[in-house]
């Protein structure tokens, strides 16, 4: 596993333009087009140093996008952790006191005994994300991996996934045991509600490509949402949809249980395992093996490595969903 630093190809923008909102919640802007429609999201800075999410979302505020049907939120949700980074230890810029990723259910959110920086915006963002019909969440990743689409453990997901058309890898999952996802949150993790929400993993953290997956998809979760049409967006974001998408269930995690874990190979992640039993890594000196054939490793890393940490997860292929027309108009 490498643990060299990725070099900072993009800038990090100034949002503090955003910061008042007549929403009243501090950086989440909502533009109603007074038109029936849904209520769209797309969401950067759960995680303070996933910054292409945040890129977008920048820029599509300072062109003014507007709906054309529905409601369109923009936001920024972990801001305090954004305007923590420091080039010298990006990874540490990730959240304040805890993953605002990792507190998104009623019960945690409602237990006032509890605080942290993450809790009382998370509380903030709550009532305009009950609201929500469709979220798209903006993600980036710790190594420099082809993006994917976390669609949740729904069917209604890895359905939304296919329909979006990008990117070409789909991972159906349950989360963590570390607690829920904002895309999991109440109605977007309930099999019963019409609300769907998608998370994108666009690329490697401070990598130019991660910004133009972001964009692409963006563009392409507004337009199937139909909340603007294609003549609203700055021209280039879209690009081609991939001829195949391939759906990936994840099985389980590979939790740490010390810091005595190592991989068998420097992984970045998408790796395929043929064969069961293949050796990915050592934990506290035991071999960790694949348990199926075509085994797929979701998102290695050990930059956040602790006891109680999940270093990898492992997927199967279930499905591949082919286009021949990869336009995706
Ligand atoms: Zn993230």
Redesign the pocket.
Known sequence: MSIEAYPIEVDFPDISVHEHSPSGIAYVHTFDSGVPGPHVMINAL??GN?VCGAIVVDELLRRQLRPRRGRLTLGFANVAAYLSFDPAKPDAARFVDQDF?RVWTAATLDDTSRTSSELARARAMRPLIDTVDALLDL??MHEKSKPLIVAGPLQKGSELAVKLGTPATVICDEGHPEGRRMRDYEGFGDPASAKNALLIECGQHWERGAVGVARDTTARFLMLAGVIDETDLPPGWLAPVPAAQHIVRVTQPVVATSMDFRFAAPYTGLEIFEKAGAVIGWSNGEAVLTPYDNCMLVMPSLRQLRPGVTVVRLGKIEQTVTRADTTGR
């Open positions: 759960t995680h996933e990723n993600h980036s």
